[in-house]
């Protein structure tokens, strides 16, 4: 609870801490609900990402990721207004998650770089790599049936064994071998091919804003260079 910056109107862990096989490179994954618009941050090996309660509630309607992934997960830390019962009332699941795993393929031109843009922000382009492979995943495992986040069960369930050592791989050495390594994982996936016929980052946002908000607002992260690529991202994206 220390590092947590105020305000918030409620508190939440989620994640491997959450339901208890973290391993000892896990990160702490706390969720700051908050009365106004407050950027995501990081304080050692806390990523905190703040929501207000209005979004929370529309995402859980929509039946998006994050809320499904708080309404089966999450333990309340501070949450005084019974925020997660009334999410776990809001929620409703989406008849399958092609729309997820479409807007993910929309994002493959995100990630075609070469080694020297990649130098230039590498921390943020391992983590979007990183965020769009689990996403598409995630998606993939809850349509066969998967029962929990838990990365371990969604790889067994897919049959993605070798995916553990690439994820492991481009989040602990973000350099760029591990990088198109996860590049070419996102790519096998996915069907898609990492290519960018617009050329430039900017051009491909504003192509994007006509047909994907969600490519669009990574795109505008990634050219902001702002961490970490989680569910923040998607605050005014109904995934």
């Known amino acids: ?15 491997s801490h959450a339901r208890g096989d973290a391993e000892e ?32 509630l529309r995402i859980a309607r ?11 997960e999450a333990l309340p830390l501070a949450d005084p207004q019974d925020l997660l019962g009334a999410l776990k009332s809001a929620y ?6 092609h729309a997820v795993k479409n807007e993910v393929r929309g994002c493959a031109p995100l990630l075609d770089v070469p080694e020297r843009q990649f130098i230039e922000n590498a921390e943020g382009l391992s983590s ?8 598409y995943l995630y998606g993939s495992a809850f349509e066969q049936g998967a029962r929990s986040f838990a990365m371990g069960h969604v790889l067994e369930l897919l049959g993605q ?33 990492c290519q960018r016929k617009e050329g430039s980052l900017e051009a ?3 192509n994007a804003s006509a047909h994907n908000d969600f490519a669009m607002i990574l795109g505008l ?18 995934l």
Do not use: K, W
């Open 1 to 15: 609870m220390g590092v947590i910056r105020p305000p918030f109107t409620a508190l939440f862990l989620y994640g």
């Open 25 to 56: 490179a896990s990160d702490v994954d706390v969720l700051q609900v908050t009365p106004t618009h407050m950027a995501p941050y990081a304080v050692g090996g806390v990523n905190v990402t703040c929501y207000r309660r209005e979004q929370l």
């Open 62 to 72: 929509n039946g998006g990721l994050f809320a499904r992934h708080l309404v089966e």
């Open 92 to 97: 409703v699941g989406p008849l399958d998650y």
């Open 128 to 135: 979007l790599v990183s965020y769009l492979i689990r996403t």
């Open 161 to 193: 064994h070798r995916a553990r050592i690439t994820l492991s791989n481009v989040r602990s050495q973000r350099n760029f071998p591990a990088f198109t390594a996860a590049r070419t994982l996102f790519e096998d996936l996915t069907g898609t091919t």
């Open 204 to 206: 491909f946002i504003v």
């Open 221 to 238: 992260r990634l050219l902001a260079r702002g961490r970490p690529f989680t569910y923040d991202a998607l605050q005014d994206v109904e």
